[in-house]
Every structure is written in structure tokens, then in C-alpha cells.
DNA sequence: TTTGCTATCTTTAGCGC
DNA sequence: GGCGCTAAAGATAGCAA
């Protein structure tokens, strides 16, 4: 039980990797918990994670996905979002920012929009079926 | 040497809740790391602190800025922003949103925009003085 | 596949400097 | 204030069912 002591590498064996994610996670979650507790402070995990994929959900969801974006920039209130699903976060955010762009060529969100973009269209647009939670908060790839 | 076993409460002495949030943050910051290695994600942690304050810096970082909250949003690229500073994240985020708002009115964004203005002026605009680091990252109040 | 167990490894509370 | 130490508490790898 236990003998090795970590070797920090990528765990090849899909089924293993899978199991210390989600052991990990767990531990991870309470971690922040913790911190967050003792010390008065808010806190919360983002996870981008390949696991938890769900069959695509295209309905409106742009208030609570945003609200809880924000929440989690600013600190507030996360302990109420625990597990709350962000799905199509990385599609809601691309075409918010494009939008924007194309508008407001000179405005200050320009780079911002063009960078987010490309960061977030990828070589195959995958940002179609992002999925996420909040503390700790997975984004699907 | 560590008796008690952790009571899960707020520290109210304030030198041994500061050194817990430093030992603890530590800790967070190895495991979110070993949680990317070992599973192959991409992960980050976000903790809003009182401490690490700084003087006020008002310089232009709004594309560094950006650039480090959209990558920790679709979680790419987070290992190379360790320790980035995201001063006046909250600020810039305020202004920009605030702007768009008061343009697009009817804007998907809109709401995003009232609740995120509203969420980070508080009672006294301390935003103005936020920092923040990516990886695990921290936001002074 | 998930759940439960636990030996072993890891984190950290409480101290002394 | 910070740093180093140590043992208790906590997290978890590997296995069983």
C-alpha cells in the first residue's frame, strides 16, 4: 500500500491518472476550502480537465456563466457556486470579445478580445464544449 | 509540537493566521503544480489576499493583464505566468465593463457588466489597489 | 467502473531561535 | 517579522471486493 513515493510525472496509465485526478481534485478542493476558512479569505481552483465531458448544451446560460466568471476574478461569494456547471464558458466568452472587437475597433478591450480569440479558438475551434465548475472549477477541453 | 488537531475556524490572532496563510499557500501552490504534471491539465489556483500589499501602480498593463485572465480562464499556458503580476485586474475589469455597458445597453454583456461593476466597486472602490499573482494567484483587497 | 481500506508518504501546527 | 525543526494530522497509491 503505498510504497513508492511520488515520481512527479504524467501517468501514462489512463485509468490510474484518472483515479489520482480525482482523488486529487478532492484533496485539492478541501485544500482551498481549508485555506479559505481559516484564514477569511476567498479562494478558488480552476482545473482545466479533460474528464466530465457532457453532451453539449447550447441553451442561454450567459448570466449565470458569467456571473460566476466574475465571482471568481473578484473574490466573492464562491463558496456558493461550488459545482455549478460553466458549460460553454470558453464559446460564450470568444463571441462576447468578438463582438465587442468588431464594434469597438480602438476600444480598450481590442487586444484583450483579439488575444482571448486566439487563445481560445484553438487549431480545431475545441472551445465549442468547454465544460466547467467553480471552486474548484474544471473547464472541459 | 502540533497537538490539537485543526479546529476549522477563522484565526483570529492575527501574526498565526498570516503564517498559516503562507505555509498553506505553499502547500496549495505544490499541489495544484503536481496535479498538472501528474494528469497532464492545466490548473490554477486564485486566492484573494489581504496581504503582499503594494503601492499603488497605475502604468498601462492592460494587455499583460488581460492576457494572464483569459489564459487562466481556458487554461493555457498557465506555467509560464508564475507570479505575474495582475495589478488593478479589478480596476481595469471595472472601467472596461462599465464601458461597454454604457454603450451597449442591450448588450449580452450587459448584465455581466452591472453585476461585475457592482460586485467589485464596494463600499469604498478599494479595487483600485488590487494584486494579484497567476499560479496560484492572489488578488490583494 | 466505483468504493473502502490503510500503510506510507506529505503537510503543517506549534515551538525555539 | 522570518526560518528550521519535529511529530501529529492529513492526503493518497495501491490494492481488494
Redesign the pocket.
Known amino acids: 500500500?503505498?510504497?513508492?513515493?511520488?515520481k512527479l510525472a504524467y501517468i501514462t496509465n489512463?485509468?490510474?491518472r484518472?483515479?489520482?485526478f480525482?482523488?486529487?481534485k478532492?484533496?485539492?478542493m478541501?485544500?482551498v476550502s481549508?485555506l479559505s476558512t481559516?484564514c477569511g479569505i476567498e479562494a478558488c481552483a480552476i482545473i482545466c480537465s479533460p474528464y466530465d465531458a457532457q453532451p453539449e448544451r447550447k441553451d442561454n446560460r450567459e448570466k449565470e456563466v458569467t456571473q460566476a466568471m466574475f465571482q471568481c476574478l473578484t473574490g466573492k461569494s464562491l463558496q456558493n457556486l461550488n459545482l455549478m456547471d460553466l458549460n460553454d464558458l470558453g464559446w460564450m466568452i470568444d463571441q462576447n470579445l468578438k463582438e465587442i472587437n468588431k464594434r469597438f475597433g480602438t476600444f480598450q478591450t481590442a487586444t484583450t478580445s483579439q488575444m482571448a480569440a486566439a487563445s481560445m479558438a484553438g487549431p480545431s475551434g475545441e472551445h465549442a464544449s468547454q465544460r466547467a465548475e467553480v471552486q474548484t472549477f474544471e473547464v472541459k477541453k
Open positions: 500500500m503505498t510504497r513508492k513515493k511520488v489512463d485509468s490510474a484518472k483515479a489520482t480525482k482523488k486529487r478532492k484533496g485539492l478541501k485544500k481549508e481559516l
